[in-house]
């Protein structure tokens, strides 16, 4: 039975909602956060350097830094913010954890982690284990939903990335426990459950040295662990289009020995969006089985060893669209039918995806280092429907991605003095890639020509090492200065030294300006990037050609980016911020989808030009958070220079001589919410809005945009104490409060297959129980 894949079933919904805490209970924006001198923490940084101090963390201190581990760093602007007022949600095992000493020395760990991974100078927006709990769908919310309500950060379809941030494409990177999850091979889906994660970071800017390939955003994730939260959590939550969810979670500790397990089964009627505007898809099921797993061993007082894995299976059905025209010119040719209702259609799509990671930290004198071997393997089958294909695209294409990486990481950090603290790593890994296309097309006389088969096959190569200091030049201000290599061997073999700097100043208790360069180097999806036999299917309806000079191929890209931005707050619990950036880049990455198979294809613009500015404000009193954030930004691009032969002739010519917003281009988005508890009750409701994602027009490739939306979310809970000897929680979501039918894309667009529109209203309930 599909259930029997999953590790182990998972929390449905949070039981009992925390207190937010000022520092990260909403959803809250900072700076970067310099690491302090030794023997001080965070919120000394406005007193005189001290003397170098060199000791192994006691309890206490352990415990008041694991927080900054935990949650993301929070600078002294805060210092002053109100304490939020004491959590009414009972601790499950909380006396237990307080008492365990595992658990002060895994805060000991978690601080010395933060230690090796600086994000000074950057912009951090975070999210802690209150915030996602007081999100409207609580953690049954997919981590692409959640970061959503993070500035910049525009909805986009799953079939075309799910999500962009600051107008890029397919340009974040996300990391477990400091340790860098890679790429996969899916076109769409949720690899990872929001219910494991102790604190979701989204980090952007001008990123330190140690931040490499992927770099226009940081998804940065903290996980939960069982010594902390000892104890279980089952729960179900379903509701409208057939949503059915059941979860599990368990955590807890034995000896020196730390675990934390997550199972969760979903099945509903709207796995991709519906390509129509109404209330329901016509064949889109979805089935998908997702687990979780961390252990870690304290072996001895410096030395922790971590084990981190997780699994997914998806099983997709294809939407459909109804009416679609009959008078194609296939119909009757080669055997074809005359008439096909393309609300029969059955193309489907399977992807699986597994990682492991195993991290050995260290602490020594002075300094920290982790060393993690990393392993994933990624696998997506799309199955077209051979007769409905044929008759309305002229192609039926069985598609096939694989990918296998293993790779070893390895940072550190050294506190050479009070001023000097010196980080160094590198990064290896080896990445096999297949790429099938077995098609069945029409040929230019009316027959079926079948067996048409083009594989690419790729052992690549990623190898990046880095230096950096960060200097503490006064009190106030920090320079973070380092250098970065980066080598490539896949279908293009290319490298790159990227100089990276920024300085962070904190003139007073409350401000904190920040400013940064950073010449990056992102190399393409290698699965993505392979070349095609466009021969194959010269004679034939599918044919394409390439320029006279050839189709190019898909090249790294190469950027200058300038960050810059102030963080300002205005009274304790209420913080601004305001922050630009300008990126100038050369061989700019795109993907778009090219056919019926739900995968992406990369390209490159040859110039770009990406800017925009962001704002963003926060509040937080007792019980009530509240946030709202602004972005404005464009992307545009010129002169496709790879993989050519995806595009139409017409439209390439075009953008040769001119720049044309790429199609996940955004003017504005914005995201706000609130989140009120009272009494064991939370209300909460968040909102996104978007001035509309690319669409075509007459003379122009992605000259216009589609209408502007605004979704609005709703969830109430309440977490009963003892009802069954234990906390229960219940809730009801309602998605899309108002029912705005909008659009998100509507099949017009460079790499644009087909319409895609935001969910329709709908209701959700759930229970889940803690043992």
């Known amino acids: 039975m599909a259930i029997s894949r999953v590790r182990g079933l998972m929390l449905a919904l949070c039981s009992g909602v925390s207190v937010i805490h000022a520092s990260s209970a909403s959803a809250q924006t900072t700076g970067g956060t310099a690491s302090p001198a030794p023997g001080t923490t965070d919120n000394a940084t406005e007193a005189q350097l001290p003397a170098v101090v060199v000791a192994e963390p006691n309890a206490k201190a352990a415990t008041k830094k694991v927080k900054t581990a935990r949650r993301a760093k929070t600078p002294p602007s805060h210092a002053n913010a109100r304490p939020s007022a004491p959590s009414q949600e009972p601790s499950v095992g909380g006396a237990q954890s307080a008492e365990n000493p595992l658990v002060f020395q895994n805060n000991a760990f978690n601080a010395a982690r933060n230690e090796i991974f600086t994000q000074i100078g950057t912009n951090q927006y975070s999210f802690g284990e209150d915030a996602l709990r007081a999100l409207p769908q609580g953690t049954e919310t997919p981590v692409s939903k959640a970061l959503l309500q993070a500035p910049g950060v525009s909805q986009d379809s799953a079939a075309s990335g799910q999500l962009h941030v600051r107008n890029d494409h397919a340009n974040v990177q996300y ?190 004198e002075n300094g920290d280092y982790q060393i993690a071997y990393f392993s994933r393997y990624s696998d997506l089958h799309f199955k077209p429907d051979d007769t409905g294909d044929l008759f309305f695209n002229g192609i039926a294409s069985d598609v096939q991605r694989r990918s296998f990486l293993n790779g070893v990481q390895a940072d550190g950090s050294y506190r050479l003095n009070a001023y000097n603290t010196l980080r160094a790593g590198f990064t290896v890994s080896a990445e096999q890639t297949k790429a099938i296309s077995n098609s069945s097309v029409i040929a230019d006389d009316g027959s079926v020509e079948n067996g048409l088969l083009d594989e690419t096959s790729k052992l690549g190569w990623l190898i990046g090492i880095y230096a950096q200091d960060e200097i503490r030049l006064t009190d106030k201000l920090t320079l973070n200065a380092g250098l970065r290599f980066d080598q490539m061997y896949e279908y293009v073999d290319a490298n790159q030294w990227s100089p990276r700097v920024s300085l962070e100043y904190r003139p007073f208790q409350g401000t904190t300006l920040h400013a940064g360069y950073a010449r990056y180097f992102t190399p393409p999806p290698q699965v993505a990037s392979g ?241």
């Open 175 to 364: 990391r477990i426990n400091g340790i860098l999850l890679p790429d996969g091979v899916s076109g769409f889906s949720d690899v990872l459950e929001t219910s494991f994660i102790s604190n979701l970071s989204l980090v952007t800017g001008a990123l330190p040295a140690q931040y490499g390939l992927h770099t226009t955003g940081l998804v940065d994730i903290t996980t939960r662990a069982g010594a902390q939260e000892p104890g279980g959590t089952i729960g179900f939550y379903g509701g409208s289009r057939g949503t059915f969810t059941p979860s599990l979670e368990y955590g807890g500790s034995t000896g020196a020995v730390d675990y934390f397990f997550t199972g969760r089964y979903l099945m509903n009627d709207e796995g991709i969006e519906n390509p129509t505007s109404s209330r329901d898809a016509i064949h889109d099921h979805t089935d998908q089985e997702k687990g979780f797993g961390y252990v870690s061993a304290v072996l001895d007082d410096s030395t922790r060893l971590s084990w981190i894995s997780g699994v997914s299976v998806q099983n997709f059905q294809i939407p459909n669209t109804p009416g679609l025209p009959t008078d194609t010119p296939f119909a009757g040719n080669g055997g074809l039918p005359n008439y096909f209702n393309s609300a029969l259609l059955n193309e489907n799509q399977f992807e699986q995806n597994y990682y492991d990671v195993i991290a050995l930290q260290k602490k020594i």
């Open 531 to 771: 070349p095609t036999n466009i021969a194959l299917f010269d004679g034939t309806v599918a044919a394409s050609s390439c320029p006279a000079g050839g189709c190019g191929l898909v090249q790294p890209e190469r950027s200058h980016y300038f960050d810059a931005g102030i963080t300002q707050t205005i009274f304790p619990g209420l913080e601004v911020g305001v922050d630009a950036y300008y990126k100038l880049a050369h061989d700019l990455l795109d993907d778009g989808q090219f056919g019926a198979a739900l995968v992406l294809n990369a390209f490159n613009y040859e110039k770009a030009v990406n800017k925009g500015i962001e704002i963003t404000t926060k509040y937080n009193w007792g019980n009530f958070s509240a946030y709202g954030n602004v972005a404005i930004g464009q992307q545009k691009g010129k002169n496709i220079i790879s993989n050519q032969f995806l595009i139409d002739p017409d439209d390439l010519a075009f953008i040769a001589d001119h720049y044309i917003f790429t199609d996940h281009s955004q003017t504005i988005t914005a995201s706000a919410g609130f989140s009120y508890l009272w009494d064991g009750t939370r209300l909460s409701i968040d909102m996104i809005y978007g001035s509309g994602l690319r669409t075509d027009t007459d003379d122009v490739p992605n000259g216009a945009s589609v209408p502007a939306y605004t979704q609005v979310n709703l969830g109430i809970s309440h977490e009963f104490a003892n009802l069954f000897g234990r906390p229960t929680t219940v809730r009801f979501d309602v998605v899309n409060l108002f029912d705005e039918v909008y659009t998100i894309r509507d099949g017009e667009g460079i790499g644009v297959f087909a319409p895609q529109y935001g969910p329709r209203r709908g209701y959700f309930v759930g229970v889940s129980q803690k043992f």
